[in-house]
């Protein structure tokens, strides 16, 4: 691997954020804080007019009482549980900035859950700007995008041997599933295929695999079937992890 090519896989893995628990600790899921992140963003924009929302980070409420998940999670994932999302946002004048406060946070706590299946249970907001009243555009062309703009994740790459292929085609069949993709465990590699202990100290195989969701499929629902499909297409039936890195 190019010096170039492990300084961009590098930044993309940064950008990541924190890998944050989708659901419960038995649903086996995870998503990252910058595809979660994106669907609040795109929430706010849509469902709360004359707000303009900041800096955003998601991490659990409280770190000290969280459960162990069913399956072995991510690297450096966070655990299952209660999940606080702290974010900076900007607003008109034309409402008292609490009504606006309270807007957005309504919009944020129905897209977490609605449209994602994230656990949120605290949402701190912070007013550190007024925004001018919003003006109608002119029509102009619009103007074209910047060069460059944030890395992107690098193409999954066709999987080794017949339980990867089984376990890519599994997941691909789902509904909601949009493609696989690769993040963590070196460019382009979407299926992880591990072995870890089991309860009987009996080594079992463990599956992890990195998807793109529709963003009108919830995304927590879609990785619960990835996990009963990967699950049930291998004759061991290893356990199932599922990372999703993108909601589009």
Do not use: N, Y
């Not at 992140?37 to 770190?63: C, E, F, N, S, T």
């Not at 944020?108 to 949402?123: F, K, N, P, Q």
């Not at 049930?232 to 890195?245: E, M, Q, S």
Request: no cysteine; proline share 12%; net charge negative.
């Amino acid at each position: 691997m190019t010096v170039d090519r492990w300084t961009q896989l590098v930044r993309h893995q940064v950008g990541l954020g924190r890998l944050l628990p989708l659901g419960g600790p038995r649903d086996g899921a995870w998503i990252t804080e910058e595809a979660a992140g994106a669907v609040l963003r795109r929430a706010a924009a849509d469902g709360a007019p004359g707000v303009r929302l900041g800096a955003l980070r998601i991490a659990l409420a409280d770190p000290r009482d969280v459960p162990e998940p069913v399956v072995p999670a991510p690297p450096s994932a966070l655990p299952p549980g209660p999940l606080r999302v702290t974010a900076d946002f900007a607003a008109t004048a034309v409402e008292p900035l609490p009504t606006a406060a309270s807007r957005l946070r309504l919009v944020l706590a129905e897209a977490a859950t609605e449209r994602l299946g994230l656990a949120v249970t605290e949402i701190d907001l912070r007013a550190t700007d007024l925004l001018e009243p919003e003006l109608p555009e002119p029509d102009l062309l619009e103007p074209a995008a910047p060069a460059g703009g944030a890395p992107q994740p690098p193409p999954a790459r066709e999987p080794v041997g017949t339980d990867g292929a089984a376990v890519t085609e599994a997941a691909l069949a789902v509904p909601g599933v949009l493609r696989l993709t690769g993040s963590l465990g070196g460019p382009g590699r979407a299926v992880h295929i591990e072995e870890h202990a089991g309860a009987a100290a009996l080594p079992r195989r463990h599956i992890r695999v990195e998807l793109a969701t529709d963003a009108t499929h919830r995304a927590v629902d879609v990785a619960r079937q990835v996990r009963a499909a990967v699950r049930d297409a291998l004759p061991d039936h290893p356990t199932v992890a599922v990372l999703v890195t993108a909601v589009d």
